[in-house]
């Protein structure tokens, strides 16, 4: 058995804090998170590197900086009610589960929604709550949010989020083209009211369903 603990440290100290994440609690959060334990054993002495990693079905888990950036604008103090859209590998939705009172999260292919399952229940996380479905309607059931977090670059930010955010409430969004994105930050003020922030240029795998991209 590698120690990981030393490699997750190194991650957060050289990826996260030197980049300039200030969150205490972000900072906590990807430190005892077991990265390597939610990808797939052959690839695990790459999880703490610098870069996103395959999960099967075409899929990746995000970079630990993306990871940091998204959960630093969502503002989290441990009460909120949260919504993330693309499950995958289930990392993100344990640094959620840290960050957040109650974690919801949205997965359209089964085989990746089952390993997630798998992985959160063996490390601790069994209160995020796993739905397969296409998450471009987001979850009305548990709706107002106070963030969402969508994992997926999406070509423009579909309405049920915007809807489905209290106000108050940070929905946090790769928006762009199929290969590359911005991340945005849209906080709504008001019962109609929206304001929207650029935070940096990324590149998500496409956000698949009824109101983003169609499957290719
Ligand atoms: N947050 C993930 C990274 C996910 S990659 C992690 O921490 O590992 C993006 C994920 O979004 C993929 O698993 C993909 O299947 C999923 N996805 C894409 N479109 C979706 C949709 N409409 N609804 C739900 N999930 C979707």
Same mark, same amino acid.
């Given at each position: 058995?590698?120690?990981?603990?030393?490699?997750?440290?190194?991650?957060?100290?050289?990826?996260?804090?030197?980049?300039?994440?200030?969150?205490?609690?972000?900072?906590?959060?990807?430190?005892?998170?077991?990265?390597?334990?939610?990808?797939?054993?052959?690839?695990?002495?790459?999880?703490?590197?610098?870069?996103?990693?395959?999960?099967?079905?075409?899929?990746?888990?995000?970079?630990?900086?993306?990871?940091?950036?998204?959960?630093?604008?969502?503002?989290?103090?441990?009460?909120?009610?949260?919504?993330?859209?693309?499950?995958?590998?289930?990392?993100?939705?344990?640094?959620?589960?840290?960050?957040?009172?109650?974690?919801?999260?949205?997965?359209?292919?089964?085989?990746?929604?089952?390993?997630?399952?798998?992985?959160?229940?063996?490390?601790?996380?069994?209160?995020?709550?796993?739905?397969?479905?296409?998450?471009?309607?987001?979850?009305?059931?548990?709706?107002?949010?106070?963030?969402?977090?969508?994992?997926?670059?999406?070509?423009?930010?579909?309405?049920? *989020?915007? &809807?489905?955010?209290?106000? !108050?409430? #940070?929905? $946090?969004?790769? /928006? @762009?083209?199929?290969?590359? =994105?911005?991340?945005?930050?849209?906080?709504?003020?008001?019962?109609?009211? *929206?304001? &929207?922030?650029?935070?940096? !240029?990324? #590149?998500? $795998?496409?956000? /698949? @369903?009824?109101?983003?991209? =169609?499957?290719?």
């Amino acid at each position: 058995m590698r120690d990981f603990s030393i490699a997750r440290r190194r991650m957060v100290e050289g990826q996260v804090i030197a980049r300039g994440i200030t969150d205490q609690r972000v900072i906590d959060a990807m430190l005892k998170v077991p990265r390597h334990k939610f990808v797939e054993e052959a690839l695990q002495s790459q999880a703490y590197q610098d870069a996103p990693l395959p999960i099967g079905e075409r899929q990746t888990i995000s970079q630990p900086y993306m990871v940091a950036v998204m959960s630093q604008s969502l503002a989290l103090s441990g009460s909120e009610t949260v919504l993330e859209i693309g499950t995958g590998s289930g990392y993100q939705a344990a640094v959620l589960a840290l960050l957040a009172d109650r974690v919801f999260s949205l997965e359209r292919i089964p085989s990746l929604a089952r390993r997630a399952r798998k992985v959160l229940d063996e490390c601790g996380f069994s209160k995020v709550n796993i739905r397969v479905a296409d998450g471009t309607r987001g979850w009305q059931e548990m709706a107002p949010f106070d963030a969402i977090m969508v994992t997926a670059g999406a070509p423009e930010v579909p309405q049920d *989020y915007l &809807d489905q955010l209290a106000v !108050g409430g #940070r929905l $946090v969004i790769p /928006v @762009g083209d199929r290969t590359s =994105q911005v991340l945005m930050r849209i906080t709504r003020t008001g019962a109609r009211e *929206y304001e &929207d922030e650029r935070i940096l !240029g990324c #590149r998500f $795998v496409p956000l /698949v @369903g009824s109101c983003a991209w =169609q499957e290719e």
